[in-house]
Structures are given as structure tokens and as C-alpha cells.
């Protein structure tokens, strides 16, 4: 007789394990998505399901009909593309997860999609570069907080860091070299499963005072941060608080813009990936090492921040 191996469940009246298993893969099902995933998902499903139920139809299933018309409504409201294309994302997702088809794979949404790519275009919202020069010219004040900036600015900008990822590091995450940090990326956005990946913050050659490796041992020092998150929030008194959102890390990008004298309209969070990528491309860094520090799958994403190679290269030409 096959002997099946034990679980750590308690098994229903019946017997049967399958109820607790079956909680345990919806549990599993949820872990697989990302936190900042979660949140798009609940956002714009909620949209569509609001705007269902004012026009008496069904978001769930949602008919081909249904999204098709859904998807025009955002577009006749001015919705920039990319945010027709996420919701349509997320329904998708809600529907696959409960295991019906996607209707967001029709082929007459596909040619509602693409119609209303043509018309609309698809011109991008990126944030603007904050680079090194920027925070070279910031005079930091000589506090906890100035350090804490100072080391995230510098730290995030050199390892082309997501504001997740600058959120999430940890004292046990870095690891000293020769040429200055080793940085584990538990969990990224390219990085769903938690596999990890390494990331490079090698030390200035040029200056002590702008080294983000420096900066970094300085505020780790002065907050005597041994273990835990490497980058924290602060009270009003100036004392460490368990965590510093991506939001707060968003703040004070803009609040580095302003002392820069930029519109910090245009800056934000992925600032400091953004410079990270046009400053290494800029001084003729290979496109392959660029593509590998950041992360990126494909060569095309990181071309994306080529934003002055190109017209440096045909300078004089004509």
C-alpha cells in the first residue's frame, strides 16, 4: 500500500486534507505576487469594477464586450496609454488567477488596444536623471538626517538601486571587496522568485567626500546600525525608526532636485536609477556592463536612458 508523506495540516471532519491544502495553494498563490504588485492589482480592478456597477454590467467574469468598452471609456478620459494598458493587465491577472480565460487576449480587444496605441501614442513619463554632478553640488547638513540622505542619494545613485530595493537592504545584504560593496538583492522586480542578485557600489576614485562607500560606513556609523534595514526613518527628535518607505525615499530625491535648483516635478524615486544609467552610458561605459549593473534582461530597456550617446556620437557630422 503507497504510504503518502505528512503535512502540517489538520485534517477536515471528513478526513480529507484537501480543504487545507487548498487554503494553503491560495496562500501560495498570493506570496508569488509582490507587494507593490498587489497594490496595482487592487487598484485598477477596483476601478473596473466601480465603473461595472454604475453601468449595471458584469466585471466578474468580465465579457470580451465589456473590457472592450472599459479600455475606450479610459481612453476618451485622457488615460495615458500606460495606464490603459495596466488595467487591462490586472483583469487579465484577476481572471487567470481565478482560472478563467483572460478576455484581455481577444483579438478584438488586442486591435481596440492597438487603435487606441496609434491614436494616443506612446510618448514617455519617465523621471528625469539625477546623477552624481547633481549631488556633488548639495551641501548636506552635518546631522543624522543629512547623512542618512547623503548616503542614500549617493549609495542608490552608484548601485542604479529601485527605490524597493534601497528600502529593503539590509546590514546583512552587503558584503566589503576591495573595490567597495557587494549588495544582495533579495527580491526585485525582476526577481519575483527571491533567487538574489549582486549588485556593485565601488568607492569614488576621484573624492573621499562624494564616495558613496564612505557615506554609507559614515551613516551606518553615526546611527550605529549593526544589523536590520541599512536605510531608516527618522522621528522629529532625530531618532532611527524601523523603516523608510519607497515613498519617503521618492521625498527625498525631490528634496535633493530642489537644492539642486530643479523642478523636482520631474523627479522622483527612479531618479537615481535613471542617473545611474544616463552617467555610465555618458562616459562610454559598454552597453553590456551598464545593462548587467541595473539588472536588465535586455539590452533595449537600458537603451531607453540613452539620452545624450546618441547625439554625442553624431555631433559634427552635418
Known amino acids: ?52 456597477q454604475f453601468n449595471h454590467l458584469s466585471a466578474f467574469p468580465s465579457s470580451i464586450h465589456t473590457l472592450e468598452v ?4 479610459l481612453a476618451l478620459q485622457g488615460k495615458k496609454t500606460s495606464t490603459i494598458e495596466q488595467a487591462k493587465w490586472s483583469i ?3 481572471h487567470k488567477m481565478a482560472g478563467y480565460p483572460p478576455p484581455g487576449q481577444a483579438e478584438r480587444v488586442k486591435a481596440t488596444l492597438n487603435g487606441i496605441r496609434r491614436k494616443q501614442g506612446m510618448a514617455s513619463t519617465s523621471k528625469e536623471a539625477l546623477t552624481i554632478d547633481h ?8 546631522t543624522l538626517g543629512g547623512l542618512r540622505d547623503k548616503a542614500l542619494l549617493l549609495f542608490g545613485f552608484a548601485g542604479g538601486f529601485r527605490r ?14 576591495d573595490f567597495g560593496f557587494r549588495v544582495l538583492i533579495q527580491k526585485s522586480k525582476t ?15 576621484y573624492s573621499k567626500t562624494d564616495c558613496p562607500v564612505q557615506a554609507l560606513q559614515a551613516w551606518l556609523k553615526a546611527a550605529n546600525i549593526q544589523s536590520g534595514l541599512v536605510f531608516r526613518g527618522l522621528t522629529k527628535g532625530g531618532h532611527l525608526r524601523s523603516a523608510l518607505s519607497t515613498v519617503s525615499i521618492g521625498l527625498i530625491v525631490k528634496k535633493a532636485a530642489i537644492a539642486c535648483g530643479l523642478d523636482s516635478t520631474q523627479y522622483g524615486g527612479h531618479s537615481l536609477r535613471a542617473g545611474c544609467a544616463t552617467y555610465l552610458l555618458d562616459k562610454n561605459i559598454p552597453l553590456n556592463i551598464v545593462a548587467k549593473q541595473l539588472r536588465h534582461r535586455k539590452a533595449d530597456t537600458t537603451l531607453r536612458y540613452d539620452r545624450n550617446t546618441t547625439s554625442k556620437a553624431i555631433k559634427g557630422v552635418y
Open 1 to 52: 500500500m503507497k504510504r503518502y508523506p505528512s503535512y502540517p495540516v489538520t485534517p477536515s471532519s471528513t478526513g480529507s486534507l484537501i480543504p487545507e491544502l487548498d487554503q494553503k495553494a491560495g496562500d501560495f498563490r498570493q506570496a508569488s505576487i509582490a507587494p507593490e504588485t498587489k497594490r496595482a492589482l487592487f487598484k485598477n480592478w477596483k476601478g473596473f469594477e466601480d465603473w461595472c
Open 70 to 73: 472599459y479600455l475606450t471609456y
Open 92 to 94: 487579465d491577472a484577476r
Open 135 to 142: 549631488i556633488r553640488t548639495i551641501r548636506f547638513e552635518s
Open 164 to 177: 524597493s530595493e534601497l528600502a529593503n537592504i539590509r546590514v546583512s545584504d552587503l558584503s566589503q571587496t
Open 191 to 205: 526577481d519575483q522568485e527571491g533567487r538574489g542578485e549582486w549588485v556593485n557600489v565601488v568607492s569614488s576614485s
